[in-house]
């Protein structure tokens, strides 16, 4: 990822309606997670700046982050984070089975090699234990800000659970979010593709990210209660389409 976006998610990820809606559902799942009590270490691989280590939901023995980048390893660091590892996450610096949960959020679609990171996040993971991945959804919703955020990919449903399991876990929990806005993100992708070209890539990423994270404070809060809403929605009943996808999963016993 551009170490621009590194700083702006910096300032933005306490507040940012994407940020604050999405941790709410991860947190959501990792809560209700802890109703058997025997939940206690967790690692946050490709943790970025450190958000979700910072936020993360009370009752837990040890709260990790690893990241290959220098640079998201010090904005954590100026959130208060000292738990930290910097490592490649296709070959993690743990002990097997060393984790109650793992999560992944915004990881796995950066890398060539999808496959083996899974398989590490597998193997860190304890028997019975739990794995957490947030992934973008549909690859026709591709835009400039893809590029820039140098994802490799993104994911169909059928993609995700075939690579979950591949390596071994099993689904607990599948559902796409932030459905609301999908028929717009499909208007936004095909205009780009038929308006872009010809145009400099890096300039239209740099006009999409501006575009997309600088909103006024109103909108931001009414997108921020649009999710919350959402999240109560997705918990019950299934929605067939979402800017992005959410997938719990178990290391079989």
Known sequence: MDRELYRRFFEIEDHFWWSVGT???????IRDLQGNGTHKRVLDVGCGTGVHLKEFPPGWKLVAGCDYSDLALSFCQERGIRTLARCDATRLP???????????????????????CMREITRVCRRGGHVLLHVPAFQILWTEKDDLSHHRRRYHRAELVALVERCGLQITRLFYINAFLFPVALLRAAAGRALGRGRNPAARA????????????????????????????????????????????????
């Open 23 to 29: 941790r709410r559902v991860f947190f959501q799942l």
């Open 206 to 253: 740099t006009e999409s990210v501006d575009q997309l994270y600088c909103i006024p404070g109103p909108l931001n809060r009414l997108m921020t209660g649009l999710m919350d809403l959402e999240r109560r929605v997705v918990t019950r009943v299934p929605i067939p389409f979402g800017l992005s996808l959410v997938c719990l999963a178990r290391k079989p016993s």
């Open 94 to 116: 743990f002990a097997t089975d060393a984790f109650d949960l793992v999560t992944a959020l915004d990881v796995v679609e950066h890398l060539d090699d999808d496959q083996s």
